[in-house]
């Protein structure tokens, strides 16, 4: 059996420190063979592409974390984007961390053209008026990856365009496509919005609560019952929270992955394995 764990940073598989995600721990506990396709900074697209080259490599069970829809992606090379090149398309070349060379399901075939990453990483939300050139001391890799140029005029397009309900839309339908995908290939799976309704960008830019940022879809009729789980590895930080008295400088709060390899054993021991084996009824 080959499981494949697909997401954003949450899912990942940190080059620096690997067997401390839940993907490691989950395959370990049943005995397979295991691939990871996270990616930091992925968006729902680049997340939807993961799902495709699980199905090409004959996944036989796979685990979807979804994230927060404020992330997009956008050609960053000026190469041409071929659809048929699926995951091959995307840069894991986004940090100092993750690289294609390390990271990358496809290296060394893949032929990067388009990047992704979080809104309120490419633009400081709490300071729209900082130009390109501090921003870029403050995040190095923009500019590895968006021209002055490109970064004013997405500036402009997102304090005048924007609208993160229209986005999570979109990205709703690019969920359910994964799920019909994975039916149709008879892969059984879990499905966790994860960070999906979590409104980074409006409740930085426009100051809104949790409860009113917290609005997102939380319609997922179109999921079997058995394989949606609402308690995504995002959750998991709850527990780093109760067991340490800062868990963001935890000593092994450096991970990717963003928690203690504690809880993220935690989650694979009491979220996913209990939903894999009633799933597969083993």
């Known amino acids: 059996m080959k499981l494949a764990v697909c997401g954003c940073s949450w899912s990942s598989r940190d080059p620096n420190y690997p067997d401390t995600e839940f993907g490691y721990f989950v395959s370990k506990d049943l005995g397979w063979d295991y691939k990871n396709y996270g990616r930091s900074g992925c968006d729902n697209f680049g997340i939807r592409l993961q799902v495709d080259q699980a ?39 986004v940090d100092e961390f993750m690289t294609n060379k390390l990271s990358h399901p496809l290296y060394p075939d893949n032929d990067p053209v388009i990047i992704s990453q979080s809104l309120t990483g490419m633009i400081n939300t709490q300071d729209m008026d900082m130009s390109y050139d501090e921003l870029v001391k403050w995040w ?88 949606f789980e609402p308690r995504g590895i995002a959750d998991a930080l709850q527990w780093d929270f109760e067991v340490m008295e800062d868990p963001v400088n935890y000593p092994t709060h450096n991970h990717l992955h963003h928690l203690s390899a504690w809880a993220q054993e935690k989650w694979a021991n009491d979220i996913a394995l209990p939903r894999i084996k009633n799933i597969l009824k083993i």
């Open 55 to 93: 199905i090409k490599d004959k996944a036989d069970f796979v685990i979807v974390n979804w994230t927060t829809a404020c992330r997009f992606s956008w050609n960053h090379t000026g190469k041409a984007y071929d659809p048929k090149k699926g995951l091959g398309n995307l840069d894991y070349d």
């Open 140 to 227: 190095p890799n923009l500019g590895t990856s968006m021209s002055k140029k490109q970064y004013e005029v997405f500036r402009e397009y997102f304090i005048h365009m924007y609208d993160d309900d229209l986005e999570a839309h979109k990205q709703y339908y690019i969920m359910q496509s994964a799920v019909k995908a994975l039916q149709d290939a008879h892969i059984p799976f879990i499905f966790a919005p994860n960070t999906f309704g979590f409104k980074q960008t409006m409740m930085e830019y426009k100051g809104l609560s949790d409860d009113e940022a917290q609005r997102m879809y939380k319609n997922w009729d179109f999921i079997p019952e058995d394989m």
